[in-house]
Structure formats: C-alpha cells, structure tokens
C-alpha cells in the first residue's frame, strides 16, 4: 500500500448516491423533518456561531510564557489536536511529538470507504500538514515510558526527557487475539475488517460486493473489550443490507448481528430505536456472542455464549478485532492497576480532568484513556483542550480548571443517505448539538454531516479549532 501514489482528498470526489430513493427526507419515517432550505441553513448559522464562540474562547484562553518542556506521545487526532492549541497558548515552551507514522488518516472515513461511498485515497493526508512550525517532530515509536524518570525511550534508541507528558498514543488492534485470524487474512476467505486501515476497508467493500452477488450468511459484530468507535459495527451491518436491498439482492442473504452483551447500544433509546430497525430489515441480533475464533478455510466462526461455545457458518464476516493499550503502555507503569479498565491497560486518567491519578505531569487524551467514554473522533474535539487548559493550569500553579463531561459522537449511518446524529455523555444523557436535528431520527440532514461536514470540520481540529 505504501508503494502506491495515493490521491489527496483534493484529487477525489465522493461519489453521489445512485438514486432519488436512497437519499430520504426524516418525515419519511415521521418526527421533525426539517426542509433542505431550514436544515442548510440552521447548519450554516450553527457554523458561524461556532466560529465566534472558538474564536471568543481562544481569545479568552489563557497563555503561559513557561519554557517548559512538553512531549506528545502520538501524532494521531489527539497528539497532533493538543500540538496545535499547545503551540498558540504556550510560544515560549518546548513541543516535541513522537511518532514514526508519515501519514494521518481520517478513521472515521473508513466505514465509507468499506461501503462504496469514498475512496481509500479521500482519508489519507499527511502528518506534516497538521504540524506547526515550533513543534519538533521526532519520527520513531515510543519504546519505554519512564514517569518516574520524567523521559521516554523511542524505538530508535533516543531518551527524551519531559517536564510534562501527554499521552495519546492511541489502541492496539489485537486481531490475533481471535483463534485463527491475524490481519494478514483481512480480504480473503470473505473476511472484512474496516478497522485495519484504509486499504484494509476497500478491500472490505470489494468482499462486500462479492457478497452483493453471491449472497449467503452475512456476520456482523463487534468484541467485548472497549473499543474506537463503538457505532461502526452497526452501520457497516445496516449498509451492507441497504446495499444489498438498493441492487435487488436481499432475498438472497441472511445477515446476523452478534452483541457482545444484551444491548446494542449503550445509549438506551439509541438501542431501542436500533434493536426496531434490525427488526423492521431483517438482520437478526444475537445477543452475549462474542467471537472466540475463525477457521478462514472452511468459512466457520465460533463465538463464546453463557451457554458455550456457538459455531456457524459464514459467506462474509466484519470482523472487528479486540482493543488494548499498545504495548509500550502495558508494559509501563501508566495503565490502571486495577477496576475494569485494568485488563487491557487503558490509561490511569481522572475521567473529568484527563490528569494521571498517579502522575500530575501526565494527562491523557483519546483512544488510550481508561475512562467510560470517548473514543472516537469527536470526543478528542472536547478532550484536547480539557487536557491543555488543565496542563497550563498545574504549569501556572492554579487549580485544574476545566472538565470533561464525556461528551462522544456518534453519526450513526442506517442507508447510503441517511443517518442519525447521536451525541451523548457519561450519564448516557442525549446532547444534540443542532436543535433542528433529532437524534434519534433517520435523516438526509445527519447524512450530509457525516459525508460532507465531519472530515473539514476534524481537519480544524488538527489545527488547533476546537
């Protein structure tokens, strides 16, 4: 993949969908359905008000002359979203960021790509492009982290020490962790796994529209550990059915969500209104199976039930792999040492001041935290400058003054022009952000923000716009 010219997302263009009746109005399916006129322009106005609150809060941010040094662990959407505020509200200090990767991806571009929608080359730019001038680049892994030490050893051999440490290195897709796959099978034996990459996701589409045509026993589902954006199982499951129903096939498949426990979703209206839509599209929810192995010869998948062990037989499997902290994190002292977060190493952070519990000169952001939400995209938006703010807070000696409510996003596609907007925090408490939009209402509205609104609105937040 890496020796092949990919197009910037300047060079590529979103496909539109193919017909009238795969972009439906919300009243369709009752509720407030705002027109196309009310809706672009209460996005438009939403937009501009946007603008003027980020521009009144960066105005109202507060600055700090320290020359302190601060090391980044991670040039993803976290690493490189606290760079950016950190080189604006601190000009004096020293920023360094570790991380070998040249390319960024936007992650949640790749259920599009999986589904036909965009191409690979739309989700990929460059690390370089997102970085100010004053941050020191430092292209290696993170091999060790010292916090008793203040430093961190890249895998190139360098120790580099810190004043203060942000961590954000993101998770480990652990597919080995499931008896018999390892990401090297991702696009034969009817495996897809959207979640390796982009290459990996249209290798995924390619394996869906084999299935378009042969139809068969479809699965679906996601692990029992937590997980980057827990939504994208479920709207890959509900686009391959549309997929399947816009090309005339869908007599021809049967298509099985497995749920790791008893819900869909762990929003409760959210699962309701999910668990009514498989039902209404005929994808059966199988409810506390977990996958245990795959045998990719003969196209068998077993999952762990209360019950045992359960095996079937599959045309085309999703395949999402268990997620941990990287290694340099497990084998660290960083991770919580006990609680549910414990198992899999996720960070030891307070989960409203993203502050280490054991090390106040280290905080966390992104996928890596061990809290009850907020791995995906949208929650680094709200998590970087909680983590920033409450960093020059401890520099400056005042009080930690800001808070993470456990805001996350979720734009959850149900058809190729359709979708619903679901925000919510800690509490499980609905947070739509546009009064004009229900979250729990399929519509074209939440489908344009998703295809057409997230990725520059994610790019500003590289930028340090948000």
Same mark, same amino acid.
């Given at each position: 993949?890496?020796?092949?010219?990919?197009?910037?997302?300047?060079?590529?263009?979103?496909?539109?969908?193919?017909?009238?009746?795969?972009?439906?109005?919300?009243?369709?399916?009752?509720?407030?359905?705002?027109?196309?006129?009310?809706?672009?322009?209460?996005?438009?106005?939403?937009?501009?008000?946007?603008?003027?609150? +980020?521009?009144?809060?960066? *105005?109202?941010?507060?600055?700090?002359?320290?020359?302190?040094?601060?090391?980044?662990?991670?040039?993803?959407?976290?690493?490189?979203?606290?760079?950016?505020?950190?080189?604006?509200?601190?000009?004096?200090?020293?920023?360094?960021?570790?991380?070998?990767?040249?390319?960024?991806?936007?992650?949640?571009?790749?259920?599009?790509?999986?589904?036909?929608?965009?191409?690979?080359?739309?989700?990929?730019?460059?690390?370089?492009?997102?970085?100010?001038?004053?941050?020191?680049?430092?292209?290696?892994?993170?091999? *060790?982290?010292?916090?008793?030490?203040?430093?961190?050893?890249?895998?190139?051999?360098?120790?580099?020490?810190?004043?203060?440490?942000?961590?954000?290195?993101?998770?480990?897709?652990?597919?080995?962790?499931?008896?018999?796959?390892?990401?090297?099978?991702?696009?034969?034996?009817?495996?897809?796994?959207?979640?390796?990459?982009?290459?990996?996701?249209?290798?995924?589409?390619?394996?869906?529209?084999?299935?378009?045509?042969?139809?068969?026993?479809?699965?679906?589902?996601?692990?029992?550990?937590?997980?980057?954006?827990?939504?994208?199982?479920?709207?890959?499951?509900?686009?391959?059915?549309?997929?399947?129903?816009?090309?005339?096939?869908?007599?021809?498949?049967?298509?099985?969500?497995?749920?790791?426990?008893?819900? +869909?979703?762990?929003?409760?209206?959210?699962?309701?209104?999910?668990?009514?839509?498989? *039902?209404?599209?005929?994808?059966?929810?199988?409810?506390?199976?977990?996958?245990?192995?795959?045998?990719?010869?003969?196209?068998?998948?077993?999952?762990?039930?209360?019950?045992?062990?359960?095996?079937?037989?599959?045309?085309?499997?999703?395949?999402?792999?268990?997620?941990?902290?990287?290694?340099?994190?497990?084998?660290?002292?960083?991770?919580?040492?006990?609680?549910?977060?414990?198992?899999?190493?996720?960070?030891?952070?307070?989960?409203?001041?993203?502050?280490?519990?054991?090390?106040?000169?280290?905080?966390?952001?992104?996928?890596?935290?061990?809290?009850?939400?907020?791995?995906?995209?949208?929650?680094?938006?709200?998590?970087?400058?909680?983590?920033?703010?409450?960093?020059?807070?401890?520099? *400056?000696?005042?009080?930690?003054?800001?808070?993470?409510?456990?805001?996350?996003?979720?734009?959850?596609?149900?058809?190729?022009?359709?979708?619903?907007?679901?925000?919510?925090?800690?509490?499980?408490?609905?947070?739509?952000?546009?009064?004009?939009?229900?979250?729990?209402?399929?519509?074209?509205?939440?489908?344009?923000?998703?295809?057409?609104?997230?990725?520059?609105?994610?790019?500003?937040?590289?930028?340090?716009?948000?």
């Amino acid at each position: 993949m890496a020796g092949n010219r990919q197009k910037s997302p300047r060079e590529t263009a979103a496909p539109k969908p193919s017909t009238a009746s795969e972009v439906t109005n919300a009243s369709a399916t009752g509720g407030f359905a705002p027109t196309r006129r009310q809706a672009l322009f209460g996005l438009a106005a939403a937009g501009a008000a946007t603008g003027l609150s +980020l521009n009144a809060s960066r *105005e109202a941010q507060a600055r700090s002359a320290s020359s302190a040094h601060i090391v980044i662990a991670g040039a993803g959407a976290g690493g490189l979203t606290a760079a950016s505020q950190l080189s604006r509200r601190m000009p004096n200090a020293r920023i360094t960021i570790i991380d070998r990767q040249e390319h960024h991806y936007f992650q949640p571009g790749y259920t599009l790509i999986g589904s036909g929608v965009w191409r690979e080359g739309q989700v990929i730019d460059s690390t370089e492009r997102f970085l100010p001038a004053n941050v020191d680049w430092v292209r290696a892994d993170i091999a *060790e982290f010292d916090p008793e030490g203040n430093r961190v050893v890249t895998s190139t051999g360098q120790d580099i020490a810190y004043d203060f440490l942000i961590v954000a290195i993101g998770v480990h897709l652990d597919y080995e962790a499931v008896e018999g796959m390892e990401r090297g099978l991702i696009g034969s034996h009817g495996i897809a796994s959207i979640y390796a990459g982009p290459g990996e996701a249209a290798t995924s589409w390619r394996l869906m529209e084999e299935f378009i045509e042969n139809g068969g026993q479809g699965h679906f589902g996601r692990p029992a550990s937590e997980m980057k954006c827990a939504g994208a199982p479920l709207k890959f499951a509900l686009l391959t059915e549309d997929r399947l129903t816009t090309r005339g096939r869908r007599d021809g498949a049967e298509l099985h969500y497995h749920a790791h426990n008893q819900g +869909l979703f762990a929003v409760t209206p959210v699962n309701e209104k999910v668990r009514q839509i498989f *039902e209404n599209r005929g994808i059966n929810a199988r409810y506390e199976h977990v996958i245990h192995a795959v045998d990719p010869g003969n196209k068998r998948v077993t999952y762990r039930t209360p019950d045992g062990l359960a095996e079937f037989d599959y045309d085309f499997i999703h395949l999402v792999p268990p997620m941990r902290a990287p290694d340099a994190i497990v084998d660290s002292p960083l991770p919580w040492q006990d609680g549910p977060f414990a198992a899999d190493s996720w960070l030891e952070v307070d989960m409203h001041n993203l502050q280490h519990r054991r090390y106040p000169n280290i905080f966390g952001i992104g996928d890596i935290n061990g809290v009850p939400r907020g791995k995906t995209a949208a929650s680094v938006k709200w998590q970087a400058p909680v983590a920033v703010t409450n960093l020059i807070d401890v520099i *400056e000696g005042r009080e930690m003054s800001a808070s993470y409510n456990g805001y996350t996003s979720c734009p959850l596609v149900t058809r190729v022009g359709t979708a619903m907007l679901v925000e919510f925090d800690y509490d499980g408490n609905l947070t739509p952000s546009f009064p004009f939009i229900d979250p729990l209402q399929e519509s074209w509205v939440s489908w344009v923000i998703e295809e057409k609104a997230l990725l520059p609105t994610y790019n500003a937040m590289l930028r340090g716009y948000a």
